[in-house]
């Protein structure tokens, strides 16, 4: 059973176009972020809002500063360079650059072998 749920999709929440990108949240990122919350909020549900509303502000914040969150560095080890992130807490938001779009790509908790997750996933 869920104890929390996001009253809309999150990717359709309406991004405003303040800065020079438009924000883009793929359904991988918004159901890393949703498995997320519904975690934490089985403990507190107010910690679990104010985790999602943390996570959202940063990555509403790429509008003006795309270039913020550094290159992943497991990806660089491969060179690898397209593909940044920022970390917010325990959590790494995973994202890339086109043109004047930002993709947010996952929501992964930094703790877990970020490698092996991204393997399990390219291989799906």
Request: no cysteine; net charge positive; hydrophobic share 40%.
């Amino acid at each position: 059973m869920r104890n929390f749920t996001l009253s809309t999709k999150f990717w359709e929440f309406p991004t405003f176009f303040q800065g020079s990108h438009k924000i883009f949240w793929t359904k991988t990122a918004v159901e890393d972020l949703e498995e997320i919350i519904e975690y934490i909020s089985i403990e507190s549900i107010d910690i679990a809002i104010k985790q999602y509303e943390k996570i959202k502000a940063a990555a509403s914040k790429l509008d003006s500063f795309p270039d913020r969150g550094r290159i992943i560095p497991e990806l660089q080890k491969q060179n690898i360079y397209k593909y940044r992130e920022l970390i917010i807490g325990p959590w790494r938001v995973m994202y890339k650059i086109e043109d004047n779009k930002v993709y947010i790509l996952a929501v992964i908790d930094g703790r877990r072998n970020i490698e092996e997750i991204l393997m399990k996933r390219h291989l799906r």
